[in-house]
């Protein structure tokens, strides 16, 4: 079968790990680019060889000749381009986050399900080796049925000089990163019923909050813990991991710095490195966060192929958003959300 045909939108910082990861890709082959900045345009286009090159997205939809499109821009133009290729019946990847507003992403949702194209949401961080791991160590019955858990990200890593636009944003830590840990809470313990959540202002050089705590209510029962913090000054930086703790009915699961996991339970204790690996065109330490970008879009393509729902598809994805927008209300108003009002 020949390649799927691609497009992708937007030329900066993060579309870098997408057009390697799309080279990797099996399957599916970037034939075209755009950018409204033309230095952007350049720089990728010539990185990665593509000939065909447009600053203006509606003009590559009009020229064609891609099955699919994957929009790497930032969040405010997310919907506008999500409708643009649902106008076009072209099914659509759209980087996190979804959108500006949950009533935003439901448009995108009911936009491309009118169109009858996929949506998925580029939610990367769930499908990290180390997240895979903490998954299938549960599926396995290890640790018997998790009843808590503690979802936890805290780095110090200078995040703004490589995307400047994180300190001028009203919102910061929960919508950019907390975003990922709220997705992992759901993709390990399940949906989410209600919440409240906590948030602070530490460094005096941004808009946005940069620390977070969240209490997780979960449709199964468990309860769990999503801390998050770019003020966390450590002895060894862990950025960019993700820590899990579990606990569980036959057991216990610990995710630690180091990417090592290990599960408890009446049977002993087993240590595993699950270390992701460092493609070639990866570096350290954003590595982990390169492979998921890798495996999102093989997972992408093979969907397409078959036809099949992706697992962050935009009808998943609100799911994660909701918990965004009522982590944001919950700690404004010092109250309990319940999320199945706002979806
Ligand atoms: P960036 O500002 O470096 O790049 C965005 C690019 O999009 C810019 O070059 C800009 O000119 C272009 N652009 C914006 N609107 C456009 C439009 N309407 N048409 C054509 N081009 C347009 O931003 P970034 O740091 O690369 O982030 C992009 C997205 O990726 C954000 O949503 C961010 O949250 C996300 N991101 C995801 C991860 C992850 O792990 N999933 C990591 C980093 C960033
Ligand atoms: O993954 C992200 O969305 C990035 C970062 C890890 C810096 O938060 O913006």
Not at 15 to 26: C, L, P, R, S
Not at 81 to 87: D, G, I, N, R, S
């Amino acid at each position: 079968m020949p390649d799927l045909k691609g497009a992708l939108i937007g030329c900066g910082f993060f579309a870098v790990n997408q057009m390697h990861g799309w080279n990797d890709v099996k399957g599916a082959a970037i034939v075209a680019i755009c950018d409204r900045d033309p230095k952007r345009l350049k720089i990728v286009g010539d990185q990665f060889g593509i000939v065909r090159r447009y600053t203006d997205a509606a003009q590559m939809f009009a020229d064609g000749g891609f099955e699919f499109v994957d929009i790497a821009t930032t969040v405010n133009s997310h919907r506008a381009l999500v409708e643009m290729a649902a106008a076009h019946r072209v099914p659509a990847i759209c980087q996190k986050p979804f959108a500006p507003t949950l009533a935003d992403a439901k448009a995108m949702v009911a936009a491309c399900a009118a169109a009858g194209i996929p949506l998925m949401i580029h939610e990367n961080f769930r499908w990290q080796t180390p997240i895979q791991a903490v998954r299938k160590a549960l599926d396995s019955g290890a640790i018997g049925t998790p009843f808590w858990g503690r979802f936890s990200f805290r780095s110090g890593y200078d995040v703004f000089s490589g995307q400047p636009y994180l300190a001028e944003g009203k919102r910061f830590i929960i919508e950019d990163l907390g975003i990922h840990t709220l997705d992992i809470a759901r993709y390990i313990l399940g949906d989410v019923t209600a919440l409240s959540a906590r948030t602070k202002r530490v460094n005096p050089k941004i808009n946005g909050e940069d620390v977070a705590t969240i209490l997780l209510d979960h449709d199964s029962g468990a309860t769990s813990i999503v801390d998050v913090s770019y003020a966390t000054k450590q002895a060894t930086e862990p950025f960019p991991e993700t820590l899990i703790e579990i606990d569980g009915t036959e057991g216990s699961l610990r995710l630690s710095q180091g990417y090592e996991l290990q599960v408890t339970n009446a049977g002993g204790t087993v240590n595993s490195d699950v270390a992701p690996t460092l493609l070639p065109w990866a570096s350290r330490p954003w590595h982990n966060i390169q492979e998921s970008v890798f495996a999102i879009q093989q997972h992408w393509t093979d969907s397409l192929r078959h036809g099949k729902e992706t697992s962050t598809s935009g009808a998943d994805n609100l799911k994660t958003f909701a918990l965004v927008e009522a982590a944001y209300e919950s700690a404004a108003s010092k109250a309990t959300v319940d999320i199945g009002t706002l979806l």
